[in-house]
């Protein structure tokens, strides 16, 4: 029986890790789990530290268990470690291609380093991992084949039409495609904020950015950046609140990207009598 | 046989044989004869027994209550008919001619007649009024078991152990007993000619038909309330319908299925039913036109002997053995669902509608589930699920189905639908965006089920649930009789259980985080985890409730509106004169089904529970709104707020002196308990008042309480507290004055005045005393003469050991001079808030004096506020800017081939406007077209814009940890999915500018602030030129508002040079008029151009320049508007108008048409060469050619421009 199924006992930590409740996954009682479901369920807590920015415990794993080399390549990669986080991920996806975990972890890791290619072949040797699935779609949506993930998600969801992941994988490919699918998109969040297990801050911003896209404008942090613009509201104060949280947001990229490609383009242009 | 799931039990009474029932026509009230000799009168609302009445002998079988008189008649076996008056509860008189038992006793509908039947075979007609027999229809030979009038027309059926029911038409004794004058003699002949006179030549009632077809005594016989139908029942055990027409009658059919004699029948009032009962025990409904058994109802050991229908309502009432029910064939509740703004619900013809309570508009039928159950049996719940729009509906039929159907999009007509999913179940909910939950009592179980209705899951509710709610989302509400339990359907496990009984619905708060339980009597208000916050219990059956949006919840009972607080509070908002079924407030509207599932709004008054919710939340404000704008007065109020503890609130209620001088003491409020006080003036509120001041130590007030009581020895002794030499010796000149020694003694006392004690024991004779007190004091001289006076020596006397005389204590303080620190309770922050607000009020008055008097002076050009604000016609906008037809496309070369492109590239690709190729980050492309359409060059003032835009077209959703955010693009196509018509959303469109920025720079015009204004009319035209708009119309308006910041730039530009120049030399002087003069040519609001020409006019004035001054003033006058600016022209006008010269010769011709050249502040007379700017339109002086117009400062001056584009007619 697969342990995140809705039977499962591993479920409840399962949906706190995807919706983003990570204190809660690291809280999580694994004592009284059955041995075969310890493994994944320390792989989840270790994923949901270095979500915290704790890496020190990740970074310990041992090598010899392939699940947990892979949550180190995370961690290195995460610390700012890229080279090493990619040598190991290459390794252990040459090694381990079977190991849904490694699938998963060194997926990300390669994913986040620009080897797309190299992470979608690894991930599509996954036997019914939804978590390959929806990483899957994510890399395709970033590499705007909109087209590849609603097959991916169609294909998921004949097997897992009840699972989370999947649920939210579909609400990301919704985004993408608009029109009534924001609408669905947005229910799904909503209901994810407003079930019990699931209510976590990704839910909310998940909602949140459904309904800006919905052309509702209601209030969230980063995205509330993009909504105060919208409602031509002054947006320095939040903005220099992202630098703090996370100074390399890709918002804040992006426009200090923007900003001086604007002065380079401007330079371009001259009055031909100066004033 | 079970009982059928429909037949609903309202009431039902404990007595001895019921053998004749009537229903009230109007109140709640049922009338029961019973086989003990009782009639009894029972309210089968409040299941109350109202009155009995015990004057016959034996049984009595038959009563009926007059249609609309305060009367009942009733028939038993003394063979008595009496009439009975129930509100003097007597019986008014007996009747008395019947030779056997009395089976029944009717009255008829409008005439003054009652219709008995009896064992002795005749059918008699008495007059209750004149209390005579008027009529005796033999005929039958049997017992005549009933006998009815027809309800309309002058008919009789009876039924007669005889095996017969007769027809009788008594039109002839209508005839004889209505206006007997009116019948002429051949009248007469007529009908007697035309009525077969029967054997007594009885000529009055003769039997029209007789029918045949029981085989055994027929128990009782009823019309049709509209159609030409009987029906009767019979010891054969069978039911028959007759028809008649005007000649003959016929059966119809016979309805079998009572296994026992058949005591009576009746037709539905409203449907097409028969409904009968017979001593098997059975109540049986039967459908009229297929004559076959649609539900029965067994009780276990009673037989039934009678039923009953009201003429109204859907209530049918039956006696039996031992006793009577009250009950319902069907639920009347319809089904319905809240979604939002829209009502679903299932009307009487089953067809689902939905309301819209934004527009208040009901919708065609959108579905028709006709097939759905048994036709008699209407659905009992419906669910809505926004996400598929689809409906589950259940009903109880068949034991209980559920049908999972999508709603069309339109609603076109009761369309049958065609994708049903059906299952067994007794409810059904949506639980989640794609999963709904069915509860099957026969199985026990709850499965969860997805829409194609395969189950998911399966759940084991708790033992002897009786239903299931949603219990918000992935939650479940089991209800069992004694408890509520709330569980997560995904975790599977319980979360929560309370113990309430008998819930029969739950009803969601409108942000689900409260719901309200609702059972017979009960409302328990709960939490979305469970927890109970408020009960309340109600005599009265609750039938529905709802939500206000504010968290108040609305319910009503059988007769009421009521409200209910989240803490228990409660009250009546309104009575009902029919049940409805409550769905929605809005405001001061409550929306309800009624039982015929039309959907209603009641008015309610919302003032008293949102004064009481604004009370418990402290939103003082809006209590202070509600006391100022409603009349919320009356006992009620006042007492609820003392009994919460606010006084000071309940005091800004009263008007009464009593009640606020009780409010005030309660409350502290001193001034106006005083004022109070005042105004009532007895002794008794002087003292409370004294009292509640002293324990103030408001001791001012407690010496005004003495003094009006009159209370000197009291007063005395605050004075000598208080320090108050002066008033002290006044209380001392008092007393004396009043004669009153021993108050003057005290007063003395109390000063320590010692001369004045000794003159008051002298003047009482008490010398002996007055003579120690001058000892002890020391006062030897005053002791002598006291001596003297009584003519003793001091020898003579023998004094006790004189000790230090008393010394009065002074206070260190003169406290008298001022209040002792008062307590500090004074003003609530209500009344603060109260006060606060007269307080702003006042200011602002006293700011608007202000204003008026001030003078009108050039620098304040904008303090008016000017009323004539309205639209300035004939915009004269000089050379527009043209729009080209010719698409400057820029093409922009997609990404890497590998991965897809981005959306926002497919932005660039999908439009020529150069605010979409700024959304997609494509900056350069834009300024390329911004180039070409503008000849815009200087593109450093548009960077905030540019940014602007790009920043609000993407939002970031997180996705898996550990990588970056997924991008989403914002597009103002918001319904599109065609990749080549996605458009970025453009923040700040053409209404933000209209109706905020423009806003913003004409206050700024108004008010003086030039440089900012110039700031906001720059941005609004660095807005404008990165934009786009959706219509022809809205370029045109986006045109007028480029001119209007042009202008508005001008002009604010001119003036600030001129306040730059200092007016020192003659240029300088010249230059300054000729600028305040150009002030006024720009094309401003009428208004703004007012105050230019004002602040022109005097500059022109002051530096004697008439000439120019007149041609100002003329212009103002011409302009109309402000009286006051009109006045000072007109006064400017009549001076200038004596000397209508120059004395510095300015260069401006007032005649003339000219522009301003925007760079220089020099006119350009028509006919001379310009050069305009292709963005902003201003002119220029021809040398300004190639260099950066000065109104926006982006676009180069006489640049070759294709016109700027903000619209695409295809995108839309």
């Known amino acids: 029986m697969d342990p995140f199924s809705v039977e499962g006992e591993l479920l409840n930590i399962h949906s706190a890790f995807h919706s983003g409740s990570y204190q809660n996954v690291i809280d999580f009682d694994t004592t009284t789990l059955s041995p075969e479901n310890q493994l994944p369920a320390q792989v989840l807590q270790l994923r949901a530290q270095i979500a915290l920015g704790q890496y020190d415990e990740s970074l310990q794993a041992s090598d010899d268990i392939p699940d947990l080399s892979a949550v180190k390549a995370l961690a290195l990669h995460s610390a700012g470690k890229s080279d090493a986080a990619l040598q190991l991920a290459q390794e252990l996806a040459e090694n381990y291609p079977e190991n849904s975990t490694v699938q998963v972890l060194a997926g990300t890791v390669l994913q986040a380093q620009g080897h797309s290619e190299e992470a979608l072949a690894l991930l599509s040797k996954h036997q019914n991992s939804l978590e390959a699935v929806s990483l899957t779609v994510q890399i395709q949506l970033q590499q705007n084949r909109t087209d590849l993930a609603i097959k991916e998600v169609q294909a998921a969801k004949r097997w897992a039409q009840d699972s989370l992941l999947i649920n939210v994988a579909e609400s990301w490919v919704g985004m993408r495609v608009g029109g009534e699918k924001y609408q669905s998109a947005f229910y799904v969040y909503e209901e994810l904020a407003s079930a019990p297990g699931t209510s976590a801050p990704l839910s909310i911003v998940g909602q949140a950015v459904a309904e800006i896209h919905l052309g509702r404008l209601p209030e969230l942090i980063a995205n509330s950046i993009v909504l105060n613009v919208l409602a031509g509201k002054n947006t320095e104060e939040l903005e220099s609140q992202l630098q703090q949280v996370d100074p390399s947001h890709a918002l804040l990229v992006d426009i200090q990207e923007k900003s001086e490609f604007f002065d380079t383009a401007a330079a371009k242009f001259s009055a031909k009598v100066a004033s | 046989m079970q009982s059928s799931p429909n037949m609903l039990t309202k009431f039902e009474s404990k007595s001895s044989r019921a053998k004749g029932i009537a229903f009230h026509p109007k109140r709640p009230w049922i009338l029961v004869s019973l086989h003990s000799s009782t009639i009894q009168l029972w309210d089968y609302r409040m299941g109350t027994l109202i009155d009995r009445f015990e004057e016959h002998d034996g049984p009595v079988r038959g009563v009926d209550f007059h249609p609309t008189q305060p009367l009942f008649v009733s028939g038993g076996d003394d063979y008595k008919i009496k009439v009975w008056n129930y509100q003097t509860r007597r019986c008014l008189f007996t009747l008395n001619g019947h030779l056997d038992y009395v089976r029944t006793v009717f009255f008829h509908p409008e005439l003054p007649w009652i219709l008995s039947a009896s064992d002795d075979q005749t059918i008699r007609i008495w007059n209750w009024q004149n209390r005579s027999l008027i009529c005796t229809m033999t005929g039958h030979n049997h017992y005549v078991m009933c006998a009815q009038f027809h309800p309309t027309e002058d008919l009789i059926a009876s039924a007669s152990l005889d095996q017969s029911v007769r027809i009788w038409d008594i039109s002839g004794l209508r005839k004889k007993h209505s206006a007997p004058t009116s019948i002429s003699f051949e009248d007469q002949m007529a009908r007697a000619n035309q009525n077969q006179a029967d054997m007594f030549g009885n000529t009055d009632a003769v039997v029209k038909f007789v029918l045949e077809g029981h085989d055994r005594g027929v128990n009782w016989v009823s019309f049709h ?304 985890a469970l927890d109970q916050v408020s009960t309340l219990h109600e005599t009265i059956r609750i039938k529905s409730a709802t939500w206000d949006d504010a968290g108040v919840l609305l319910y009503s009972t059988l007769n009421h509106v009521k409200y209910s607080l989240l803490n228990g509070d409660n009250g009546i908002i309104r009575t009902l004169d029919q049940t409805v079924y409550l769905v929605r407030v809005k405001g001061r509207s409550v929306y309800a089904l009624d039982r015929n599932a039309q959907p209603r709004i009641l008015e309610i008054d919302p003032t008293e529970y949102r004064f009481k919710l604004a009370l418990v939340k402290r939103n003082y404000d809006e209590m202070l709104q509600i006391i100022k704008t409603s009349s919320l007065v009356g006992q009620s109020i006042i007492s609820y707020l003392q009994k919460k503890g606010y006084p000071e609130i309940a005091l800004q209620f009263v008007q009464d002196p009593q009640t606020r001088f009780d409010l005030a003491l309660e409350c502290g409020n001193l001034e106006v308990a005083n004022e109070m006080a005042r105004e009532l003036d007895r002794p008794k509120t002087w003292s409370r008042l004294g009292t509640e001041a002293l324990a103030h130590g408001n001791h001012q007030t407690v010496e005004m309480t003495y003094q009006k009581q009159r209370n000197f020895d009291k007063l005395s002794f605050l004075y000598l507290s208080t320090g108050d030499q002066e008033k002290l010796s006044r209380m001392a000149k008092i007393a004396e004055h009043r004669g009153d020694f021993t108050s003057r003694f005290q007063n003395a006392i109390y000063r320590g005045d010692v001369e004045d004690r000794i003159q008051m024991f002298k003047e009482v004779d008490l010398y002996p005393l007055a003579y120690l007190t001058a000892k002890s004091h020391g006062m030897t001289e005053e002791a002598e003469s006291i001596l003297e006076a009584v003519g003793l020596t001091e020898d003579q006397i023998t004094l006790p050991t004189l000790q230090q005389p008393l010394k009065v204590p002074h206070p260190i303080v003169p406290t008298f001079k001022s209040n002792w620190p008062v307590k500090a309770a004074g ?186 204004g110039v700031a906001i009319f720059k941005r609004i035209l660095h807005t404008l030129l990165v934009n786009t708009v959706s219509s022809e119309a809205e370029v045109e308006e986006a045109k007028k508002i480029i001119a209007t910041a042009r202008e508005y730039i001008l002009a604010m530009s001119i003036e600030l040079e001129r306040r730059t120049l200092p007016a020192d030399t003659p240029e300088n002087l010249k230059r300054s008029l000729e600028l305040s003069a150009y002030f006024t040519i720009p094309k401003l609001e009428v208004a703004h151009r007012q105050l230019a020409l004002m602040a022109a006019m005097k500059f022109a004035f002051a530096n004697k320049n008439y000439g120019s001054a007149l041609s100002f003033a003329n212009r103002m006058l011409a302009n109309g508007g402000s009286a006051k600016l009109l006045e000072q022209a007109k006064k400017i006008k009549a001076q200038c108008e004596r000397n209508p010269q120059d004395q510095i010769d300015i260069d401006f011709d007032p005649f003339a048409e000219f522009d301003i050249c925007a760079a220089s502040w020099t006119p350009i007379y028509s006919g001379s060469p310009s050069v305009s700017d292709p963005f902003t339109g201003a002119k220029y002086h021809p040398q300004y050619k190639g260099s950066v117009d000065r109104i926006a400062e982006v676009t180069e001056i006489g640049a070759p421009a294709s016109g700027l584009r903000l619209f695409v007619p295809s995108q839309f």
């Open chain 2, 225 to 528: 309330p509209t159609l030409p139908l009987l029906v009767s029942a019979g010891d054969d055990r069978l039911v028959k319908l007759w028809r008649m027409s005007d000649t003959k009658a016929w059966e119809v059919d016979t309805c079998r299925g009572h296994f026992q004699n058949a005591s009576a029948a009746l037709f539905h009032p409203h449907q097409d039913l028969i409904l009968s009962v017979g001593e098997d025990k059975t109540i049986r409904a039967w459908d009229l036109n297929k004559r076959t058994s649609v539900q029965s109802f067994k009780r276990d050991v009673d037989r039934f002997w009678v039923i009953a229908a009201h003429p109204e309502i859907n209530l049918f009432a039956a006696g039996h053995d031992t006793g009577v029910m009250v009950f319902k064939l069907e639920r009347e509740r319809p089904a319905s669902a809240i979604y939002q703004n829209q009502l679903f619900y299932i009307t009487k013809e089953k067809h689902v509608k939905s309301y819209d309570f934004a527009k208040n508009v009901e919708s065609p039928p959108m579905l028709s589930l006709r097939k759905l159950g048994s036709p008699w049996v209407p659905p009992r719940t419906l669910s809505y699920n926004p996400a598929e729009r689809a409906i589950l509906v259940t009903t109880p039929a068949d034991n209980g189905t559920y049908e999972l159907i999508h709603l069309p999009r339109d609603a076109t007509g009761a369309v049958e639908p065609t994708d049903v999913k059906r299952g067994q179940a007794t409810s059904a909910v949506f639980v989640a965006r794609n999963r709904f939950a069915v509860f099957n009592p026969a199985s026990k179980q709850v499965d969860i089920k997805d829409l194609s209705n395969s189950t998911t899951k399966t759940i084991k509710p708790p033992a002897g649930t009786t239903d299931i709610y949603f219990g918000g989302t992935g939650c479940l509400l089991f209800i069992t009789p004694t408890h509520v339990s709330l569980f997560d359907i995904q975790q599977k496990k319980q979360l929560a259980e309370l113990a309430v009984s008998g819930v029969k619905y739950v009803v969601w708060s409108n942000d689900g985080l409260y719901c309200a339980l609702l059972s017979k009597h009960n409302v328990t208000i709960v939490t979305k």
């Open chain 2, 827 to 1012: 003003h609530s922050s209500f009344e603060k808030a109260l006060l606060g607000e007269v307080g702003a009020a006042d200011e602002e008055a006293g700011a608007d004096l202000l204003d008026a008097e001030e003078d009108v002076q050039e620098a304040t050009l904008a303090r008016e506020t000017l009323d004539d604000e309205e639209e300035v016609t004939g915009w004269d906008m000089g050379d527009d800017v043209e729009v080209e037809e010719d698409v400057d496309f820029v093409n922009v070369e997609s990404a890497e081939a590998g991965a897809g492109s981005s959306e926002a590239d497919l932005w660039a690709r999908n439009s020529p406007l150069a605010a979409d190729h700024v959304a997609a980050g494509s900056f350069d492309t834009a300024m390329q077209l911004l180039n070409r359409q503008v000849g815009a060059v200087q593109f450093a003032p548009l960077k905030p814009r540019f940014l602007e835009v790009y920043k609000a077209s993407k939002t970031y959703l997180p996705a898996t940890a550990g990588l970056p955010p997924l991008v989403n693009y914002v597009r103002r196509t918001v319904d599109e999915t065609d990749s080549r018509k996605m458009l970025p959303i453009i923040p700040r469109d053409l209404e933000t500018v209209a109706s905020v920025d423009l806003q913003e720079g004409y206050a700024a015009m108004r008010s003086n602030r030039l440089e900012d």
